[in-house]
T-cell receptor, first 116, second 112 residues
Framework: GAVVSQHPSRVICKSGTSVKIECRSLDFQATTMFWYRQFPKQSLMLMATSNEGSKATYEQGVEKDKFLINHASLTLSTLTVTSAHPEDSSFYIC????????????FGPGTRLTVL | EDQVTQSPEALRLQEGESSSLNCSYTVSGLRGLFWYRQDPGKGPEFLFTLYSAGEEKEKERLKATLTKKESFLHITAPKPEDSATYLCAVAHGSSNTGKLIFGQGTTLQVKP
């Protein structure tokens, strides 16, 4: 199946700092990628849709100025958590469709963010 | 309201004890139903895509089926390595936005 990578896998930062998470599609191109957040023992919650060459679209309740998304190329999307606070601590996962017009998505391994 | 509900929330099986996980959905215009496996601290791993009622797919000890209202993930003679959280998700609507609605998952524990 298609491979999606994320970097870093874990990050610990101080409150008030910004953290950037990268999501890459390794063996295919993705004009669209998705960012999810997962709290302990809960399911995945979609945060935003990342669109190559245009602005991201955010789900209701997600602050676009806090979670900056940049889809710089057909294989890379980045999520920057700005001015992070302890409540932003979570597991962040990206996904990408395996091909144009398909609904099947492949997920990255996730990034564990801990804000002290 | 579009919704995906999985049951049971948790399931404990003895090795070799077959069982089924349920995913019921109420969405308008189902485009596809997906099963994923998620191990602790990792991203979901793709298992199956089902598109229409009556469709079935198999992979090793797993078999997924789909009706107009629900999907089942059958696990035959499970092994301890099958222990994980199994997630069900649906894509719906007339346009392909790529958005998925996830169920809460079923956490499976298989004891040797």
């Amino acid at each position: 199946g298609a491979v999606v990578s994320q970097h870093p896998s874990r990050v610990i930062c101080k409150s008030g700092t910004s953290v950037k998470i990268e999501c890459r599609s390794l063996d295919f191109q993705a004009t669209t990628m998705f960012w999810y957040r997962q709290f302990p023992k809960q399911s995945l919650m979609l945060m935003a849709t990342s669109n190559e060459g245009s602005k991201a679209t955010y789900e209701q309740g997600v602050e676009k100025d806090k979670f900056l998304i940049n889809h710089a190329s057909l294989t890379l999307s980045t999520l920057t958590v700005t001015s992070a606070h302890p409540e932003d601590s979570s597991f962040y996962i990206c996904s990408a469709p395996s091909g144009v017009g398909t609904d099947t998505q492949y997920f990255g391994p996730g990034t564990r963010l801990t804000v002290l | 309201e579009d919704q995906v509900t999985q049951s049971p929330e948790a399931l404990r099986l003895q090795e070799g004890e077959s069982s089924s996980l349920n995913c019921s959905y109420t969405v308008s215009g189902l485009r596809g139903l997906f099963w994923y496996r998620q191990d602790p601290g990792k991203g979901p791993e793709f298992l199956f895509t089902l598109y229409s009622a009556g469709e079935e797919k198999e992979k090793e000890r797993l078999k997924a089926t789909l009706t107009k209202k629900e999907s089942f993930l059958h696990i035959t003679a499970p092994k301890p390595e099958d222990s994980a959280t199994y997630l069900c998700a649906v894509a719906h609507g007339s346009s392909n936005t790529g958005k998925l609605i996830f169920g809460q998952g079923t956490t499976l524990q298989v004891k040797p």
